[in-house]
């Protein structure tokens, strides 16, 4: 059964700090691995989605690697801005065919100004 | 529309109450999924359409839940019985599924359900 795992489940840094947020999941078989981001009392919003045969994918400040044969993925953020700080998600589709998502339960980012 | 519509945005209800949480996906998704999300806690799949046809519907927790999407565009999920228990925010999704599309989920804002 799939399983996925966010670490830290909650990070406070100073604006203008790099971070690194953490996704680990049990079967290396995955489709694609999505990336959200979640703020309070909102709906998800997608950042990054990587397909099961890329390394990584990059939006603007925003990097996201993935390592399939160790279960990893990272989101790293560059300079960090108080806008930034929500609920960072990640999610896996698994490769048996199926649709539905496997979510972690998410890193909580405060960036203090 | 522009995204998805999920509608109401809140509701509060009593024990026993019947619900109907409602979900208009992005224009030309053919793929609509269910999410349910506890404080604090990634969301957790309910069920899954393509089309009209509910393809997958193994995460319905009890036969209380049940959707429908019957002209394969909004979809409404239905509660009956509330139970304290079903406190949470349901959470709608849609995709594109053609060949070559990567598969990307859009959610929508949620209704957050509240059961006294």
């Known amino acids: 059964k799939q399983e996925v795992t966010q670490i830290p489940a909650a990070l406070s840094v100073p604006e203008g700090e790099n971070l690194v947020l953490n996704c680990s999941f049990t079967d290396s078989a995955i489709y694609n691995l999505q990336w959200f981001r979640q703020d309070p009392g909102k709906g998800l919003t997608s950042l990054l989605l990587?397909?099961?045969?890329?390394r990584e994918q990059t939006s603007g400040r925003l990097n996201a690697s993935l390592d399939k044969s160790s279960g990893r993925s990272t989101l790293y953020i560059a300079a960090s801005q108080p806008g930034d700080s929500a609920t960072y998600l990640c999610a896996v589709r698994p490769g048996d065919s199926s649709y539905k998502l496997i979510f972690g339960s998410g890193t909580r980012l405060l960036v203090r100004p | 529309g522009a995204g998805v519509s999920q509608t109401p945005s809140n509701k509060v209800t009593e024990k026993g109450k019947y619900v109907e949480l409602r979900c208009d996906p992005i224009?030309?998704?053919?793929?609509l999924y269910w999410y349910r999300q506890s404080l604090g806690q990634g969301p957790e799949f309910l069920i899954y359409?393509?089309?009209?046809?509910?393809?997958?519907d193994s995460g319905l927790p009890n036969d209380r839940f049940f959707a429908v999407r019957p002209e394969g565009s909004v979809s409404t999920l239905k509660i009956q019985r509330t139970e304290r228990g079903d406190s949470a925010v349901y959470l709608c999704?849609?995709?594109?599924?053609?060949?070559?599309?990567?598969?990307?989920?859009?959610f929508g804002e949620g209704s957050r359900l509240t059961v006294l």
């Open positions: 990587i397909q099961s045969s890329q």
């Open positions: 359409f393509q089309g009209t046809g509910a393809a997958d």
């Open positions: 224009s030309g998704h053919t793929a």
């Open positions: 999704a849609s995709s594109r599924l053609q060949m070559g599309n990567t598969g990307e989920l859009f």
